[in-house]
């Protein structure tokens, strides 16, 4: 399964796999961020955060409401600039790239899951995980259809495949949306309270899960949560508390 499931463009996932082991995925240096730059209420919410992630880590973030964890993940996302520091994604500095650059780079090296998982709900489990791959050029679609089925098939949802997402299970639903974010085969992935929505059955599950997808690929964790107990089964753990970074 592991080899089936390798980055979809064959260069990158050579790469990768012979000069990565341990390379670093993410790193921050002095990063800090500001709102309202120039006028009168401008505030700085992160104040010079330092962090460096290697292949496969799987880092949880916590820290109370209002501390700057979504500025950061933002950032780190490559949805948001900061106002001074430099950011490294999968070996590329960005704070230099233009727009269409921190697209490209956006879309081959970053996946998303959000607490509210954004499917289309008209859409089957499949179509939905088909979708970031349509976008990429020289993609045939019979690939396309096996490998969004073995994605589904990582997260234990073949039997529902064909069942438009909005009847699925909240679950359920946030193991498409992994699913999903996985489909590029992302270096880096980002996930803001994945389980902030779910029973603690569910939000068990699909922790467990994520955590085995993204061990299968390779990729690494940036997991925003309020859980502490989800925290503890993390590599690490970093607190944000006032736009400043406590390991
Ligand atoms: P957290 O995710 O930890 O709850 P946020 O990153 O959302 O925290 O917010 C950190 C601080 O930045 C808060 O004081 C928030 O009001 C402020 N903030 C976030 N986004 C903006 C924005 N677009 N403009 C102005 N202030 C913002």
Redesign the pocket.
């Known amino acids: 399964m592991a080899d089936a499931l390798l980055h979809p463009d064959d260069t990158l996932a050579a790469t990768g796999a012979a000069t990565a082991a341990r390379s670093v995925i993410v790193k921050l240096e002095g990063i800090r961020k500001s709102?309202?730059v120039g006028e009168p209420n401008e505030?700085e919410?992160l104040h010079g955060i330092d962090l460096s992630l290697a292949m496969g880590d799987f880092c949880a973030v916590m820290?109370?409401?209002?501390?700057?964890?979504?500025?950061?993940?933002?950032i780190v996302g490559l949805l948001d600039r900061p106002t001074s520091g430099r950011l490294w994604i999968a070996g590329q500095e960005t704070t230099s790239l233009d727009e269409s650059a921190l697209t490209r780079l956006r879309g081959h090296a970053i996946g998303f899951v959000f607490q509210y998982h954004h499917l289309i709900t008209a859409f089957t489990a499949l179509e939905n995980v088909m979708l970031p791959m349509l976008g990429a050029r020289g993609f045939p679609s019979a690939q396309i259809t096996r490998r969004a089925a073995l994605l589904l098939d990582l997260v234990g949802l073949t039997p529902w495949r064909d069942h438009p997402a909005g009847r699925l299970s909240g679950g359920q639903q946030q193991r498409v949306a992994i699913a999903r974010a996985l489909a590029m085969g992302p270096n880096l992935l980002l996930a803001?309270e994945p389980t902030g929505n779910l029973d603690t059955q569910s939000a068990d599950a699909v922790f467990s899960l994520l955590r085995h997808a993204c061990s299968e690929q390779g990729t690494t964790i940036l997991f925003?949560t309020h859980n502490p107990a989800l925290a503890a089964r993390c590599d690490h753990v970093v607190r944000?508390v006032d736009?400043r970074l406590l390991a």
């Open positions: 709102f309202n505030t919410v820290g109370p409401s209002g501390s700057g964890k979504s500025t950061l993940l933002n803001d925003v944000v736009g």
